[in-house]
């Protein structure tokens, strides 16, 4: 049976045809009743008509309301409206399940986002989340195609991991310990021995660790999985449990890291635009304004270079007052982020060389012993998209790093061993995907880009 995207791109037909999916709209008339039906292949629905010729479709008919599964047995006619090529003209309909007009909450008219998040299992059957969905399945191919075609392997690192890798305590902890009665040591210190893994263990944070054993044998690999980050920030751009893509590459540094950051960026926003111009149009049209010109943009675009340092000097030079005051040695906002991409760079921005005390143990130290091998990109109307860094690759300098944290280095000890045998430069990103997809679609809120959100004090459906 064919989907509904490809029946509107046949050509009128009279070989009879079945097509079935959800009634999103019905008019009623004397003689005829029009349906739009939509399958999710496609933003367009189909339009059906069919004619009153006996009472038993007349009865089917009145059961039928928005929101009813249904199948329609017909042809494919030319359409004398002019939304569509295509029209199928019923002489058969079977209802399947009846959506109820007084319960149903979907009606046609616009709903706000955040009604539609508590009804997470009817959403998609929206125009929005359904071409949400459809971009995101694409952009997943489109990732894998990047990388398959670039000879890089897909790796799949573990969900549950004993290593916090960016150690900055959004782990969220596995055990089967009781919680009610936890088996303490003597100092009243968890007994972890107890626990399944014999010691404390959690959801990844980042494949990053694990990623850099394969590519230190397999030269390329991709990562592209789940995390999950207790993240008690309530924005519009963090969940707790996101999907993540990390590059890592073997002889590399930050340079060859960069360029692909930039490289793999445009393929992925040329990839959308080629493969969903309908729901992109969509977007451009009803969420985000200028959208697809602004995407294009980037992909003619060359990404400005910008050291932390010259940020900081930017933003100190900005006349502007920001929530967070900037000096050298804090972290960036997404505001800060937002300014340097926007106002000053007017397009994407690599930012690079950040102060060591802000980012994570792994990261490169540079000669000024001040500043790491960092790499941040960020995009106008998000901020931050992709994370990465070239590794330090020196074992002496990674076990004073790791120290210097108050990290214990036994727990590294598979991780400081790459850097005793083969080591290399070598150099990786994390792109989050929802974020991606954010800046893809222009929806505003990262909830409505992944079917199923996880946030604080949220784990509906
Ligand atoms: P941010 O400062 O925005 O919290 P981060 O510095 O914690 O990001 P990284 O650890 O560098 O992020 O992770 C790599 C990428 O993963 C980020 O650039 C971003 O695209 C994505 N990411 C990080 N945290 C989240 C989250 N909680 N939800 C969704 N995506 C995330
Ligand atoms: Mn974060």
């Known amino acids: 049976m064919k989907r509904i995207r490809e029946l509107l791109q046949s050509d009128p037909t009279d070989q009879p045809l079945i097509v079935e999916g959800w009634i999103r709209t019905k008019r009623d008339s004397k003689h005829f009743c029009f349906f739009e039906i939509n399958d999710g292949s496609s933003l367009k629905s189909l339009q059906v008509i069919i004619d009153k010729t006996s009472e038993e479709i007349n009865q089917t008919i009145q059961r039928i309301s928005t929101g009813a599964s249904v199948s329609f047995s017909g042809i494919l006619a030319e359409s004398p409206g002019k939304n569509q090529r295509v029209e199928m003209k019923a002489d058969k309909v079977e209802l399947i399940g009846e959506a109820p007009p007084e319960s149903y909450p979907l009606q046609k008219k616009r709903h706000s986002f955040e009604f539609l998040r508590d009804i997470a299992h009817l959403r998609p059957r929206t125009n929005t989340l359904g071409a949400v969905t459809r971009v995101r399945s694409a952009l997943s191919h489109g990732v894998h195609s990047f990388f398959q075609e670039r000879g890089f392997l897909y790796i799949h690192t573990p969900i549950i991991t004993a290593s916090d890798c960016e150690g900055a305590g959004e782990m969220f902890q596995v055990t089967t310990l009781p919680l009610g009665d936890v088996p303490k040591q003597k100092k009243g210190d968890v007994d972890y021995t107890q626990d399944f893994f014999g010691k404390p263990a959690g959801l990844t944070v980042s494949g990053q660790l694990e990623g850099e054993i394969y590519a230190l044998a397999m030269k390329h690999i991709y990562t592209f999985g789940p995390t999950f ?204 995907f929802e974020r991606a997809i954010q800046y893809i679609t222009g929806m505003q809120n990262i909830r409505d880009v992944i079917p199923f959100p996880r946030t604080v004090r949220n784990a509906e459906f």
């Not at 890291?257 to 977007?283: I, P, Q, S, T, W």
């Not at 992709?386 to 036994?410: A, F, H, T, V, W």
Request: some cysteine.
């Open 229 to 432: 980050r207790a993240e008690n920030s309530n924005t519009s751009r963090h969940l707790a449990e996101f999907w993540m893509i990390e590059p890592e590459m073997a002889f590399c540094t930050l340079d060859g890291n960069m360029a692909l950051a930039e490289e793999f960026l445009k393929y992925l926003f040329r990839y959308v635009l080629e493969h969903c111009g309908d729901d992109m149009e969509f977007f451009n049209q009803w969420i985000h304004k200028g959208l697809i010109d602004s995407l294009q943009g980037v992909v003619e675009s060359t990404f400005t270079h910008l050291t932390y340092t010259d940020a900081v000097r930017e933003l100190k030079g900005a006349n502007r007052e920001f929530d967070y005051p900037v000096s050298w040695g804090v972290d960036l906002q997404s505001e800060h982020e937002k300014y340097l991409t926007e106002e000053v760079c007017k397009g994407p921005v690599i930012v690079t060389d950040y102060p060591r005390e802000i980012k994570a143990f792994y990261m490169k130290l540079n000669d000024d012993e001040k500043t790491v091998r960092a790499m941040d990109v960020l995009v106008p109307r998000l901020g931050e998209i992709i994370g990465g860094s070239e590794r330090e690759d020196r074992y002496d300098l990674l076990l004073r790093r790791l120290k210097d944290q108050g990290l214990n280095p036994d727990d590294y000890w598979w991780y400081l061993d790459l850097r005793r045998y083969g080591s290399v430069p070598h150099s990786g990103f994390g792109l989050g």
